[in-house]
């Protein structure tokens, strides 16, 4: 029909086949393809049914997500679905579609305008728009409800997550699995299916009714109460649930049109900018320029962990959850049994959660070789150091793995913050150095920063990169410098956020203002969480280059000499009850006014606007300056970071995001004010931030340039 539609015969049975690689997206002229094979397969008397399938891995991964960014930026709309799926649905012949891979979003649309839905063992359906601060917009939130029932249509199209074959059967989504792994066992199975049901009236699903009586309001209001809690300030679920509530209540045509009005209030909103941004960011990341997609990489089969503490521990556990045998090594039995029965924990906690049953928990742990010394070093395939934040201790640790590691065998620091080229220095093969820079808790957080060094080589990054994807974590590459991506952004954020509370502002006030911005949690509630005496620790090892004259942040210090080191003390900036329930510390709010008095620093009133300005820009400076540096390939390499290991509103799409949609130029003039109160030690502009803003460019548009120039 076209050439990403194709259009065959099996003894009176149409197959329509979408080959739109690599997954099927409905770019323009599938849709038109679909529509013009469902009409040639109508007015053939030798069809008697259809089926309609998808070439290569997948049925339909939904609409074509680079279509949306097109006509948010002004393009013509040049997507219609509705037309094609109710010529699908009207059809005289017996439509059943043939699901493998995923059907998502619009794919999930498609395959419920047909009368019936087989699917391999393996696939999965859903409606994730809500992931791109949209929702469904082809009938999804209309359809699905008719098919599944509305709590769990409501569950889908406000929450995102997709279902797999066996509960879409069981619900009614699909009407048969089709078992077999093999190539062409699917069309097989939807072909003798297509003839089962080829003289049987088919099903309209508009039209069905059953499922949609009878429907307990009240779960519409818990649904919203989910929602705002955790999806906390997007306005996107809160629109699937008015839209499947509409399905209860109106039409099916009127429930498309009032879907059809939430869909473009939420494509065109900048939210859904950000998680669209957000979703192509975390594909681009694993493009380098420099290591080309060929390039040869490692096999690991065996890896090692030095340090049983919380990140060591944590891992550990990603290795044995992708199926990689692991030693655990420690110095003590005292510490090697505190880390290990922390892993049981976990891994205990999940079970009871339903997240895997027992048996998956016991193959993990066998998974996990607890020792006190180096046997079995010499076969593993990367050794991974995670002892505490040292120069002399990592470069011990590195000086003794070096010996007995064998010659391709990788050797990853998990430092947060050290020169990768120092702690290389102490072995004998620098090229396979390199920083896997894993977020706490590791067996959760989805980022891994990858730290390049300069003798690095491009195999040992090219094997990092693609062990990150095996160890389900979105890996970003990094330069070495101080803090890498991540923490060097971190400082300045952390110490505006200090100054902050020196100037004026509650600690109260900082936290609950950048919560309400969209963070997870507040940066000091951060800082208590994550322990001050690790920042302090650090602090120390610099504190040579502290320049005279600077100021510095000193509330945190004065709190960690007091022994208060967050939570795990019980008092930080915050008090903390036996639940670590954080309330305010009068204590702590009289030492920072002392801290104040002693800096000579006037006390202020502190407006919410200035607390969001200072930290974010701070943030955003620095980002500018490691972009200019080469440390950070690209801006949304700073926004993937900040997104998946620091807790950024994904719909803010990261801080490089964010000052594009606050406007580059209002932010350097931003900076500039605070360079003149603060000094330009502190808010000297980056000079890249400079550029794009005189040209009225984007740290959007550096990106793009970037990617010109690299494929040139
Ligand atoms: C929607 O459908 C709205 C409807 O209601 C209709 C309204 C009218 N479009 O992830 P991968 C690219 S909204 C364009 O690495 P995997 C991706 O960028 C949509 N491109 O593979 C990458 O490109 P590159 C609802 C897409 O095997 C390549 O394909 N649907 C799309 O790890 C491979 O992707 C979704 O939200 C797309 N829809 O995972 C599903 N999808 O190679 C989004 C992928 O240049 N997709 N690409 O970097 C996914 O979740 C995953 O891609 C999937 C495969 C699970 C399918």
């Keep these: 029909m076209n050439e990403l539609v194709k259009l065959t015969h099996l003894e009176g049975i149409a197959v329509i086949t979408i080959d739109n690689p690599p997954v099927n997206a409905l770019s323009p002229g599938v849709p038109e393809g679909i529509l013009n094979s469902i009409q040639a397969a109508a007015h053939d008397p030798a069809v008697k049914a259809v089926v309609v399938i998808g070439a290569g891995s997948t049925f339909i991964a939904g609409a074509d997500i680079r279509e949306f960014q097109k006509m948010t930026a002004g393009e013509k709309p040049r997507l219609t679905l509705h037309p094609t799926l109710l010529a699908i649905e009207d059809s005289p012949k017996p439509v059943v579609m043939a699901i493998h891979g995923q059907a998502l979003g619009g794919g999930m649309e498609v395959s419920m305008a047909g009368h019936y839905r087989v699917i391999a063992a393996s696939a999965q359906v859903g ?98 109460d989910t929602a705002r809690k955790t999806r906390r300030g997007q306005p996107a679920p809160l629109a699937a649930i008015d839209a499947v509530e509409a399905s209860t209540k109106l039409p099916f045509e009127e429930g498309c049109q009032l879907e059809a009005k939430l869909f473009n209030e939420c494509l065109y909103s900048t939210q859904s900018k950000s998680l669209i941004h957000a979703f192509f960011g975390e594909r681009a990341v694993n493009k380098i320029p420099d290591i080309p997609k060929g390039t040869t990489t490692y096999e690991i089969r065996r890896a090692a962990v030095i340090g049983a503490g919380t990140m060591g521990g944590g891992i550990a556990m990603n290795y044995a959850n992708s199926g990689i045998p692991v030693i655990l090594k420690e110095t003590t039995q005292e510490a090697l049994d505190r880390g290990l029965a922390t892993i049981r924990k976990n891994y205990t906690n999940s079970v009871q959660k339903g997240r895997f049953p027992q048996a998956v928990m016991d193959e993990r742990m066998a998974l996990i070789t607890p020792q006190l010394n180096y046997a079995g070093f010499d076969q ?71 730290v390049r060094g300069k003798a690095t080589s491009k195999e040992v990054i090219a094997t990092s990169m693609a062990l990150g994807k095996r160890l389900k974590k979105v890996a970003v590459l990094a330069g070495n410098c101080r803090g890498f991506i991540g923490n060097r952004m971190l400082a300045p954020y952390f110490r505006e956020a200090q100054f902050l509370i020196e100037e004026g502002a509650s600690v109260e006030d900082v936290n609950q203002t950048l919560y309400d911005f969209g963070w997870a949690m507040g940066p000091l509630a951060v800082s208590d969480l994550a322990g001050l005496d690790v920042g302090w620790r650090i602090r120390k090892e610099y504190r040579h280059l502290e320049k005279p004259g600077v100021r510095i942040p000193r509330v945190a210090d004065r709190l960690c000499e007091l022994g208060r080191f967050g939570q795990k003390t019980g008092r930080g900036f915050s008090k903390y009850d036996a639940n670590r329930m954080p309330s305010p510390d009068p204590e702590t709010a009289a030492l920072i006014e002392a801290v104040a008095r002693e800096a000579g620093i006037q006390r202020r009133r502190i407006t919410q606007e200035e607390i969001v300005d200072r930290c974010l820009f701070a943030l955003v400076n620095e980002g500018a300056k490691l972009l200019g540096e080469g440390i950070a390939l690209r801006a949304v390499d700073i926004d993937i970071v900040y997104l998946n290991g620091y807790g950024f509103p994904p719909w803010r799409g990261g801080p490089m995001f964010y000052a594009d949609t606050v406007g580059l130029a209002k932010v350097l003039a931003r900076i500039q004010e605070f360079e003149a109160r603060h000094g330009s030690d502190l808010w000297s502009p980056a000079p890249l931030l400079q550029r794009l803003a005189q040209d009225g460019r984007t740290f959007g548009d550096f990106d793009r340039q970037s990617a010109n120039q690299a494929s040139a």
């Design 380 to 450: 593993a395939d990367i050794i991974v150091e995670a002892v505490f934040e040292g120069m002399a201790l990592k470069k011990q640790v590195f000086g003794e793995i070096d010996a007995i590691a064998k010659p391709a065998c990788i050797l990853a620091s998990n430092t947060s913050t050290l020169d990768i080229d120092e702690i290389a220095s102490a072995t004998k093969r620098p090229k396979m150095v390199i920083g896997h820079h894993f977020f706490s808790p590791a067996n959760v957080m989805r980022l891994l920063e990858v």
């Design 127 to 224: 409606q994730p728009e809500v992931k791109l601060g949209i929702i469904p917009g082809a009938g999804g939130t209309q359809r699905l409800p008719r098919l599944a029932g509305v709590a769990k249509a409501l569950e889908m199209c406000a929450f995102g997550e997709p279902i797999t074959a066996q509960e879409a059967l069981a619900l009614g989504i699909v009407d048969r699995i089709i078992d077999g792994d093999l190539e062409g066992d699917l069309l097989a199975g939807a072909v003798a299916f297509a003839r089962e049901v080829a003289d049987r009236p088919a099903p309209k699903t508009r039209e069905r009714k059953e499922k949609l009586g009878a429907v307990d309001s009240a779960i519409f209001s818990a649904s919203r």
